[in-house]
């Protein structure tokens, strides 16, 4: 067996693979165990480690374990998500870790992948304000990047320490406590080709994003009229969305924000931007989608939310990553605006092209 195995090229048994590997991982997993030629071939080849979902200290220690242990031209990261919740995770591991440890750990872990194959990044860290210890946004240069999804305290030094990703197309920012001064000139120099831009669970908008998003209309509505501004996001964007964070309630009396002070920089905001009071109000098709502001939540409700967004956090990465959700890759590496092309050769619950668990 090992022997017939041996010489056949590795791309061809890797469409084999693929074809029988089509459940949930299982198959691939024994396949690892019991056949030496298989684990050869992952090994010799890095299919194995395409698409990697990694959730924990423990596990992002390990993955940086493994991926020492390959060639760095084997560490052929497509796709990769990096995930600590600390103890909303509720379980045993649950203790949010040392930001010491934490930060450089992903940092780490970016730079030993191949920085010439990963297209679809995400990041999501436990906590919004972390002063001594402050991811950078984009820690090494990543040519090849295309989606990039970031959530926790990131700060404006997380910006200006930012390496670029010239191919990047799609930014999410889901919860950072405040956009960084020159978000926009940022923005430029980061991602020049970023088409859309989201930025969820906005606290507090301040006059900053009110300005680009005015900047960001008028080069849309009327091009022929508008130059560009200082701190213009990239040119070839395409869509804004916004949406804003519920107040919370806090069940101390004297303790926490009021619902004024949360309220009152929404209300400036909307004197320079329009916010729907509805959900059937939205134009999703829009170049500026404004979210309505979500209404008041008891304290209580605050853990099932941030459950729920993770989940939204996830479901995103699984979007870019297998195409669905009007996210496709194309086999040379690009992006449609539309979503159309080719799919990644390997199947979606390809046990072989599925996300590796550590």
Partial sequence: MSLLLSIIPSEILT??????????????????????????????TGVDLQYASVRGVRRMQRFLQVLGGRDKTLRKVRSLMLVERGWLERNEEAQTPDTAVLVPLVHEILQAISADHLEVLSVYFPFWNCPSHVPVLIPVHLPQLLHLSVSGPYDNGSFVSSATAPKLMRLHIFNIARLPTNFGDHLARIA????????????????????????????????????????????????????????????FKRCGTSILEHIAPIMAFRQSMPIPAQMSDVDFAAPLIVLPVPKAREHAA????????????????????????????????????DGSGTMSPLPQHSSVGTPSQY
Avoid at 305 to 327: A, I
């Fill in 15 to 44: 469409a084999i693979f693929s074809s029988a590997c089509t459940d949930t991982g299982e198959t691939g997993r024994q396949l690892n165990l019991v056949c030496k030629a298989f684990r050869d071939l992952c090994t010799a």
């Fill in 192 to 251: 020049p080709c970023l088409t859309h831009l989201k930025v969820s669970n906005i606290d507090s908008p301040d006059p900053d994003l009110g300005r680009i998003c005015k900047s960001f209309l008028l080069s849309r509505t009327h091009p022929s009229q508008s130059s560009p501004q200082p701190d213009h996001p990239p040119l070839p964007l395409q869509q804004i969305t916004l949406d804003f964070r519920p107040f919370y309630r806090s069940p």
């Fill in 302 to 337: 605050w853990i099932d939310d941030e459950d729920e967004c993770f989940e939204l956090f996830k479901g995103c990465w699984e979007c870019q990553t297998f195409g669905r959700g009007g996210v496709s890759w194309m086999s040379s590496g690009n992006v449609r605006s």
